[in-house]
């Protein structure tokens, strides 16, 4: 929040509750004074004002499904790298490069950690003593966003090549729960990893501290 990326994020999210929230009173019918002849009418502010809050919510999906495109491609090739090439070092390559790109939230199996040149002997200590991250989760995030954009290009092609007359009703409810029920899956699984993490290492730090220094001498007895 305070910090221009965070105060932008703000920004973003106040603007999809605002023209969400909007839209959601309106198709509830909350403004009779808006269904003039009647509510159904083509031509009553109240379908006007649903087209233009769906036009103006999908730009704001686009920024996020389009924006992200070119990070979410890469992390899909690394996918392919991984799960489809026939080399095993190209495998290991990709999930390597995988596992740097999400190391948030993403932690290597050992036998990824050990074939590291550069991985730091902490760093292996480290692992060694946590739980790695199951491998479906990666894929569960890297096509979730990369459906999250899919999708969003299926909806911004619906909502810019036809207009509110013609639009079939079903194709903007479809794409909008789609593109959100993949990337929320996929931020569940990276939020529920974050935070096991984060659960292990600090039990790990306490269970150290109880157990004190490896190498401590006992005190001789005065």
Not at 98 to 115: C, K, T
Not at 146 to 162: D, E, K
Not at 198 to 211: I, M, N
């Amino acid at each position: 929040m305070f910090t221009p990326i965070g105060f932008l994020i703000t920004i973003y999210g106040l603007n999809i509750v605002a023209w969400g929230g909007m839209l959601f009173l309106l198709m509830c019918n909350a403004a009779p004074a808006m269904c003039h002849p009647n509510c159904d009418s083509v031509d009553a502010p109240r379908r006007i004002w649903i087209e233009i809050d769906s036009q103006i919510l999908n730009a704001l999906f686009c920024v996020t499904g389009f924006g992200l495109a070119p990070w979410r491609i890469r992390d899909l090739y690394f996918w392919g790298l991984w799960r489809l090439s026939r080399s095993e070092r190209s495998r290991q390559k990709g999930l390597v490069r995988l596992a740097d790109i999400h190391s948030s939230w993403f932690l290597r199996p050992q036998g990824i950690v050990n074939m590291l040149p550069t991985t730091s002997s902490s760093a292996k200590l480290e692992v060694a003593h946590l739980r790695p991250t199951a491998l479906w989760k990666m894929d569960v995030v890297v096509w979730g966003n990369m459906l999250n954009t899919v999708f969003q290009i299926c909806l911004a092609l619906c909502m810019w090549t036809m207009n509110r007359l013609n639009r079939p009703s079903w194709t903007t409810g479809l794409f909008v729960c789609l593109a959100c029920l993949v990337v929320g899956i996929a931020g569940l699984v990276t939020w529920w990893e974050q935070r096991r993490i984060k659960k292990d290492r600090g039990q790990e730090a306490v269970s150290l501290t109880a157990e004190g220094p490896i190498d401590a001498k006992p005190q001789p007895a005065t």
